[in-house]
């Protein structure tokens, strides 16, 4: 495994570094470095663990954590994935709702306008709306998944989310939007509940606590991404249009809701 870390942290560091020129270089926007720069710590996390594993110290705790996340159950490796996507997705619209309602369906950029503010207070009542259902429909899921399975479950929730963001960019009623809430909320109570109940059948018992805290890095990593490449997306590819940014995090969902197929579930 030392050989292994050692190896692959090379990759990692020079991967960074190499696109951190690059960002540099072609003047590329300064939030690309977070990604560029993410790349680069991965690696010197692998190397530090590599050193430290050679040592035969194994019992460090960043050794420990990483030897974990490279040695993780395939269930979990293949849940990782959703999750990866899943939430990009909903970054995605935590982020971009805002201003792609107020400029694609209500016409302004203004926010000192009074319509701006209104189609942002429309949002945070469609957030409202999504997180209710979510929590209505929690109840049923359970349900849902004895008489199907909860891949199945997951995947249709995953494909209800993915087509209420896409939705979006059709949409000139606002009020339709609570339409598209329906399915973002389904995809949220999923997402809140599914992956854990089939993780906690496939984790060791005695590492159950490390490997759930490794499970939630992929809640963090796909928001540091966005949080890199989504601002570059809507100002040099997407034109401005925060709109398309939500389709992007609908796309985002539809590849969560395929990659669900690929999960092994024993239950």
């Known amino acids: 495994v030392s050989r292994v870390f050692l190896n692959r942290s090379i990759l990692w560091i020079s991967v960074g570094l190499i696109l951190s020129y690059i960002i540099y270089h072609f003047g590329f926007h300064p939030e ?43 269930t979990m490796a293949q849940l990782a994935v959703v999750q990866f996507f899943s939430w990009f997705a909903l970054f995605a619209m935590w982020i971009y709702t805002t201003a792609a309602v107020t400029k694609h369906i209500y016409g302004t950029t203004d926010p000192t306008s009074e319509l701006f503010n209104q189609g942002a207070d429309w949002v945070g009542i469609c957030f409202a709306v999504y997180n209710g259902f979510a929590a209505a429909v929690a109840f049923l899921l359970p349900v849902i998944a004895k008489r199907t399975s909860r891949k199945f479950t997951h995947m249709v929730a995953l494909v209800a989310g993915g087509l209420g963001l896409i939705s979006i960019y059709f949409i000139k009623d606002p009020n339709l939007l609570l339409v598209s809430m329906v399915g973002v909320g389904f995809a949220w109570a999923s997402i809140l509940s599914m992956p854990y109940a089939i993780l906690a059948g496939a984790l060791p018992a005695n590492k159950m606590g490390t490997y759930m805290g490794i499970f ?52």
């Open 216 to 267: 939630n890095f992929f809640i963090v990593i796909p928001q540091i991404l966005a949080a890199s490449i989504l601002g570059f997306f809507t100002r040099d590819l997407f034109g401005g249009e925060a709109v398309y940014a939500i389709v992007l995090g609908g796309i985002s969902m539809f590849i969560a809701a395929a990659t669900v197929m690929f999960v092994k579930d024993e239950h």
């Open 32 to 74: 690309l470095y977070i990604f560029s720069a993410g790349l680069g710590v991965y690696g010197v996390m692998m190397l530090i663990s590599g050193l430290i594993i050679r040592s035969g110290n194994l019992k460090n705790g960043i050794a420990v954590v990483m030897h974990d996340l490279y040695r993780m159950p395939k």
